[in-house]
């Protein structure tokens, strides 16, 4: 991971600077609102699950349907006020070639790539949303007048630089989150991929290494990924708190180096967790749609038709269905993976996992 001096300032400077930088983004906002005033948020999209489930496949996908808006690259790092700092890129930043990702997962990107870029704005208004020692659910009674006023403001620019009638959002974090956007916006939609628990974490443990590996040759990365809203993995590594006790065993098997069993708790919590909103008496069954990551790869076409009609896109993303060449599953990691590997991860996941039609 190559991360050039202006891209690690720029980064650090919003990340220090976001109490000011809030402020500069309603200024935007108060100057802006002729524009603004005919953007109306109808529908929004939200993709949210694990890392390494098939959610940036996803966005890519539908971020084509016609209409669809999203966060791209271009929009970090000052995402406070998205109009102001794409007018100057515009006239500042030299196009590059696509590149592969730091992942190191065969997706290629650009600036205009979309991204999960929400989640710098909800750390400024939740400081305590990374802590570990929390709970980072956020339901239906949270109240937040003054992220959901900006929020609300932030998605309206987003639609408008972009000429999109349909929000895309991909957060990771926001799986914890869903009872609560599904408040804000009513009409809101919610995507969950999820992934066989064993490809699954060892994705992620494969992805802790890598990016712990780019940070002990770069010092500045964990701070990057930081100010990026990036815990998923690397030296900068936090769980999404969903139960205090669940969060404890992940910690604790972390701390001990065992990457497995802290991926394969993750793992059940987050996924128990949504499978408790999706339950028969829950007013988000109706909202939520789970995607299994495997059944994406093998009939992409299948899977994103029914994507598509859940997200009200049929007629704006039919087009898509007919370029999904490059959409297929990774090699397979895990034949060699050790007799106790398989063990930890299938008995710490296997009755979540029976839910989502996994076996051990």
């Known amino acids: 991971m190559k991360l050039s001096a202006a891209d690690y300032a720029l980064a650090v400077i919003g990340h220090r600077m976001a109490p000011l930088l809030r402020q500069f983004g309603d200024l935007e906002t108060s100057l802006a609102a002729r524009r603004l005033g005919p953007v109306a948020i109808e529908r929004p999209l939200f993709i949210s699950g694990l890392a390494r489930s098939g ?52 997706i290629t990107i650009t600036r205009d790539s979309p991204e999960a870029f929400e989640e710098p704005i909800w750390q400024d208004f939740f400081p305590w949303v990374h802590d570990p020692r929390r709970l980072h659910i956020l339901d239906a009674a949270t109240q937040n007048p003054a992220f959901e006023s900006f929020f609300h403001d932030h998605i309206r620019k987003i639609l408008l630089l972009r000429g999109g009638s349909r929000y895309l959002s991909k957060g990771n ?92 708790a993750q793992w059940r919590e987050i996924y128990d967790h949504v499978d ?27 899977t ?41 991860v299938g008995r710490e996941t296997e009755t979540v996992a029976a839910r989502f039609g996994y076996d051990s």
């Not at 996908?61 to 794409?86: I, K, M, Q, S």
């Not at 991929?193 to 940070?215: D, E, I, M, W």
């Not at 069954?285 to 994406?296: G, K, M, Q, S």
């Not at 898509?320 to 007799?339: K, Q, R």
Request: proline share 7%.
């Open 55 to 106: 959610t940036t496949i996803l966005v890519d996908r539908l971020a084509r349907a016609e209409g669809v808006a999203t966060h791209r690259y271009r929009d970090f790092p000052f995402l406070w006020a998205p109009l102001t700092w794409n007018w100057f890129q515009d006239r500042l930043v030299v196009e590059q070639p696509a590149v592969e990702r730091p992942h190191r997962d065969r």
């Open 173 to 264: 974090y926001n799986v914890a989150r869903l009872a609560y956007l599904a408040r804000l916006f009513p009409d809101a939609r919610f995507i969950v991929p999820v992934r066989a628990p064993l490809a699954h974490v060892h994705s992620l443990v494969k992805q802790h290494r890598l990016f712990t590996g780019y940070a002990h040759g770069d010092k500045r990365i964990g701070a990057y990924l930081r100010a990026a809203g990036h815990y998923e993995f690397g030296p900068q590594r936090q769980p999404i708190n969903v139960s205090s006790d669940g969060a404890k065993r992940i910690l604790a098997a972390w701390q001990d180096g065992d990457d497995y069993l802290g991926y394969a």
């Open 276 to 302: 408790s909103l999706m339950g028969p008496d829950s007013e988000l069954a109706d909202r939520i749609v789970v995607l299994r990551y495997e059944d994406f790869c093998a009939d992409p076409r299948t």
């Open 304 to 344: 994103l038709a029914e994507i598509l009609d859940f997200a009200g896109l049929a007629a704006a993303g039919a087009h898509l269905l007919d370029d999904l060449g490059a959409i297929s599953a990774p090699p397979d990691e895990t034949a060699d993976l050790p007799a106790a590997v398989r063990e930890t």
